[in-house]
């Protein structure tokens, strides 16, 4: 039987292009090939601190978890599909879930694509029916509009702390935390 090796020749590369090189962007469940464009887009923001960031063996270990976002370039002859946004929804328990990773290209930004992501994990989050689903985030006007309120993280169960403790700002958070009553709305 052969052994699957990793493959070291594997990029993640954060793809360069501007607003008006994107053709239509559309919504789906994240594929295995869709984890390098996934970290490449995370650890873009990660690296000036604004997310957490996430490597190959996370994503893969959590692909069921994600949507992502894709988009081909116009006047493109590759074909080739790039992601353009992604989040996850991280089941925690019965009654919660919290929404993870949530990046949009900057090229997309400011265009309804991350209310659009967050409506659909919220949808997940129904159908599965948790009753509510909440963040740890620094845009928080950005989930304000999206219907999440903020809340006492001191009411969260002892589950979210043990994520907490894997997170290098444990010591000094600076996220807020915000909640979405699923179930009510
Ligand atoms: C936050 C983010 C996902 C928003 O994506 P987006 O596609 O631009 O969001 P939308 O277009 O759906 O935004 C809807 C509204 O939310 C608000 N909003 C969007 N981004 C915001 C931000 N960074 N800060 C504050 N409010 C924001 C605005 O009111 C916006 O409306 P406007 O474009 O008319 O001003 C995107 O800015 C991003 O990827 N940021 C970097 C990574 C990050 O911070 N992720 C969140 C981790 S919890």
Redesign the pocket.
Known sequence: MDVPLISHGDQAIFPEFAASEIGDISIRSAKAGDVHGMSALINH?ASSN??LARGPQYLFQHLQDYIVATAKLKNDGSNKEYVV?C?ALNVLWADLAE????????S???????????KQLIERCASLEIPRVF?????????A??GFEPFSRELLPPIVWAECSKCPKFYHCD?ISMIYEVLQK
């Open positions: 923001y604004v997310m946004g989040a929404v993870r990773s949530l990046a949009v290209h900057p997309c930004q400011h265009n309804g694509l991350g209310a659009k992501i967050v963040c740890f985030t620094l845009v928080d006007k950005f989930f509009g999206c996220e």
